[in-house]
């Protein structure tokens, strides 16, 4: 399916089983994720809207499910390996200080936990899909972050996400094992 | 033998790793001019936390406090090699002897470490930890400052690289690296690469203890040969270069699953 098919039936992707994206069974649940995309889908502009990589500090979660959609989709995109690697570095370099770095950026703590949620899960799609360690290195780290946890406030997407991205987690360490 | 000085730079004035390289230096016929050792202030602590997290303190434990005690007896420790080789010194203090100045600094690219540097024109200096060189000690090292690494460069760069080589299934890159520091991480040019066998460990914890010897073994024939022009150093190749982290907990217990597997798979000997 390339790009501008997706466009098209993009819709009826939504609500069906054939965009894995959106499936909770693929990965996790990503509800809140579709809320979002439905309402930027209007513009038709997200599927070629990752630019170059800025600074982590003007990035938003849309960017991250653009990455995702991207990898699912297998759309080639030349900044697509430069976004990876720059948010590999920039989580793993700034490991210890990624939540008062958040803080310094003036997020709010949803929109915090809703970015690194997305970056987790993207980490262990991109893992999956190439079987780099090290990107899975860095999802199952930020996972541990206890900050990162949903807390009551937040919606029952990203715990739902949450709940079935370690499940995910788990299974893959445990494939990994009897490797 | 050389009409070069020759430098170590320190992380802890108990470095085993550090007294070994000097003391089979001295009995290969060197005179060590200086060594510079880094103090254990709570400024480095906090630098080194944020980079190692829990896992420091272990580090601490082992190398400050229980230091020879930390090896299980076997033939591939450090502390075996020392034995073999008759290596009695224990602190870098002692070289004071032998007429080794000692240097304390905070910082590896403190002003006073400058200073010391200064004062040779010509100089090799020995790394054997202590922190990221900056800029203003790489511009004055002279012939430069050779440090050992624990993995096979160019490919596996960063750290944990005997870790990565395991999960990658990738064990005959298991290996050091002597090479020339420069502003990058790990990107000098190389003067040899030492292979490692992963044997028949059972754990990750032993494997690395292994590398030690080696290591001190290796860097001491580097600076002989090269002092001795009989190595070259070599531009590293930019393709096929990975920068690896430290591997969270869970993969670390798979790379102990995967060596104790291949132990069991290896054959006796």
Redesign the interface.
């Given at each position: 399916m390339n790009v501008q098919e997706i466009i098209n039936n993009l819709p009826s992707l939504l609500n069906s089983d054939e965009f894995p994206l959106l499936n909770n069974t693929f990965i996790e649940g990503l509800e809140n994720v579709k809320t979002s995309f439905s309402n930027e889908f209007s513009t038709i502009s997200i599927l070629n809207s990752l630019g170059d990589y800025d600074k982590f500090r003007n990035i938003i979660s849309m960017d991250i499910v653009n990455l995702r959609i991207l990898l699912h989709f297998e759309i080639s995109n030349n900044n697509f390996h430069y976004w990876m690697e720059k948010l590999l570095?920039y989580c793993?370099i700034n490991y210890?200080?990624l939540r008062s770095n958040e803080r310094k950026y003036g997020r709010s703590r949803n929109e915090s936990i809703e970015i690194y949620n997305q970056i987790i899960a993207l980490f262990v799609e991109y893992h999956l899909n190439s079987k780099d360690?090290?990107f899975?290195?860095?999802a199952?780290?930020l996972a541990?972050l206890h900050w990162i946890k949903p807390i009551l406030q937040t919606p029952n997407s990203i715990k739902v996400l949450r709940k079935i991205k370690m499940i995910q987690l788990q299974k893959i360490?445990r494939a990994?094992?009897h490797? | 033998m050389t009409n070069k000085a020759i430098i170590v730079f320190c992380p802890n004035p108990s470095s085993l790793y550090t007294v070994s390289v000097c003391e089979l230096l001295m009995k290969m016929g060197y005179s060590i001019d200086y060594i510079i050792v880094r103090r254990f202030t709570l400024n480095r602590f906090r630098a080194e936390f944020s980079r190692d997290g829990k896992r420091l303190l272990s580090k601490i434990w082992k190398k400050l406090v229980l230091k020879e005690a930390a090896y299980p007896p076997g033939s591939n420790s450090l502390p075996f090699f020392r034995k073999k080789n008759d290596l009695r010194i224990k602190k870098v203090q002692e070289f004071k002897d032998w007429g080794t100045k000692i240097q304390y600094c905070n910082s590896l690219n403190d002003k006073n470490v400058e200073d010391v540097l200064n004062k040779y024109d010509k100089k090799l200096i020995i790394f054997t930890g202590g922190g990221i060189i900056r800029d203003n000690i790489l511009k004055i090292s002279g012939d430069g400052i050779i440090n050992c690494h624990m993995g096979m460069l160019p490919r596996y760069k960063g750290m944990d690289l005997p870790e990565w080589c395991i999960l990658e299934n990738n064990s005959k890159e298991l290996g050091i690296t002597l090479h020339f520091m420069d502003s990058g991480i790990d990107t000098g040019d190389i003067l040899r690469k030492v292979p490692v066998s992963l044997g028949k460990h059972k754990d990750i914890r032993s494997l690395r203890n292994s590398f030690e010897p080696i290591m001190v073994k290796s860097m001491v024939e580097v600076v002989d040969d090269y002092l001795n022009g009989r190595i070259k150093p070599v531009k590293q190749e930019s393709n096929n270069r990975r920068q690896y982290f430290i591997i969270h907990k869970e993969l670390y217990k798979i790379v102990n699953l995967k060596i104790k597997k291949k132990a069991n798979l290896a054959p006796s000997q």
């Open positions: 570095r793993e210890v200080k360690l090290l899975l290195n860095t199952l780290k541990d360490l990994l094992a490797d | -």
